[in-house]
């Protein structure tokens, strides 16, 4: 790699800082299994002046994603689940759905599956008050939200019931959707697995991967290092604290009752590159197998029809298709990117973003906690930076 080219990371990062765009990021570029760079900038928590660091907890958001998809798959492994098993045979409120259409409620032609959900083809809203469906969505939240602030909070399992009984916005595997499946997801690994969510967590992934600080809540002893969420105050024209509840999760600060599979774990880049490097690796870290080889093959593919992917229609992810909780890159030129057919990772809610390229053994880390972001312009110029430097 062309390590002065690499500079150009910090400086950009750094630039993006004194914009007052971010309030501080942690950076990491893994070149064949190597950690070719790292570097931390900015504040944690700018009002007390906290350092980001190597050991600064953030919270992933979407990216727990990957996570739970990579859960689900050792439980497929083992056979304890059929991707083509519908999740009715796990969660009665999943059983006798309805679909949404301009007719009014029909019922469901096929049930929603294991592989739906993994594919975000299920037709599971989340919040968005553009569909009835996303509508009814955002009502059940915000019942869990008064819930849990009342002191009442609801379970996992309960919790994914109750969002069976909403509408699908679509036939199930008709379309690509964005929302709550691997929050359903999680559900059906406790049910199977016989364990929380966070149980079987730990005892498959963070404990053998040594992700010690990858949770679904930050213990009193490590949170004078976890990160502060930002979001950009448009009268005040700076970053301010967000301090409201974003999808049903709790302040991270105690166990929560409701596990969220699809946004709500936290962890720190040191772990999440051991979970990056055994996607890398074939499902292999430090001579530990958690997925066997062709699974992680598997993993790492598109996974929409033709008619599905036409509906994955997000602007920042041209050229690239969708499977198993991730994106997957399919065309480089409508992704105008410098990268790799394959590649491969997924983003977050508040600017956490990862890809593992297998052709090059490349991984990328980006950690920043502020809303509303994902894979923004300035992830892609990033990409194009570290992509740059490949000799």
């Not at 739970?68 to 439980?75: N, R």
């Not at 809203?125 to 009342?150: A, F």
Request: contains cysteine; hydrophobic residues 35%.
């Amino acid at each position: 790699m062309n390590k002065s080219k690499l500079e150009l990371l910090g400086s950009a990062v750094k630039d993006e800082i004194n914009k007052g765009n971010i309030a501080g990021a942690s950076l990491c570029i893994i070149k064949d299994k190597e950690e070719v760079y790292r570097e931390e900038f900015g504040y944690a928590n700018k009002e007390t002046k906290l350092p980001i660091k190597e050991d600064t907890i953030f919270r992933l958001f979407s990216m727990s994603k990957p996570i739970t998809s990579v859960a689900a798959m050792i439980l497929f492994e083992r056979g304890e689940i059929d991707l083509n098993y519908p999740v009715s045979m796990y969660l009665d409120g999943f059983k006798n759905q309805k679909v949404m259409t301009t007719e009014g409620l029909v019922n469901i032609k096929k049930e929603v599956t294991i592989k739906d959900l993994l594919n975000m083809t299920s037709g599971i809203p989340y919040p968005d008050e553009n569909s009835v469906s996303g509508i009814q969505m955002g009502k059940l939240y915000k019942d869990i939200k008064q819930k849990l602030e009342s002191g009442y909070p609801t379970a996992t399992i309960d919790y994914c019931n109750q969002i069976g009984q909403i509408p699908l916005a679509f036939q199930p595997g008709e379309a690509w959707l964005y929302g709550a499946s691997a929050d359903v997801l999680g559900a059906v690994i406790e049910i199977v697995s016989k364990k929380k969510l966070s149980q079987f967590l730990k005892d498959e992934i963070f404990r053998t991967l040594g992700m010690v600080d990858t949770d679904f809540y930050v213990p009193t002893e490590k949170q004078d290092r976890f990160a502060q969420i930002y979001e950009y105050n448009v009268e005040q024209r700076n970053l301010i604290p967000f301090l409201n509840n974003h999808l049903g999760l709790n302040n991270y600060l105690t166990p929560p009752t409701f596990e969220s599979g699809g946004a709500g774990l936290v962890t720190t880049i040191n772990d999440y590159s051991k979970f990056a490097l055994m996607l890398l690796n074939g499902g292999i870290y430090e001579g530990t197998h958690i997925l066997g080889r062709k699974t992680v093959d598997f993993l790492s593919q598109n996974q929409l029809d033709e008619a599905q992917q036409a509906s994955f229609n997000w602007d920042s992810l041209k050229g690239y298709g969708y499977g198993n909780l991730m994106r997957v890159m399919i065309s480089k030129s409508e992704a105008s990117t410098n990268g790799s057919l394959g590649e491969f990772g997924w983003d977050g809610w508040t600017g956490n973003y990862f890809f593992v390229d297998p052709e090059e053994k490349l991984i990328m880390l980006y950690m920043i906690q502020k809303t509303d972001m994902g894979t923004t312009d300035f992830i892609r110029k990033l990409r194009a930076i570290v992509y740059s430097t490949l000799d």
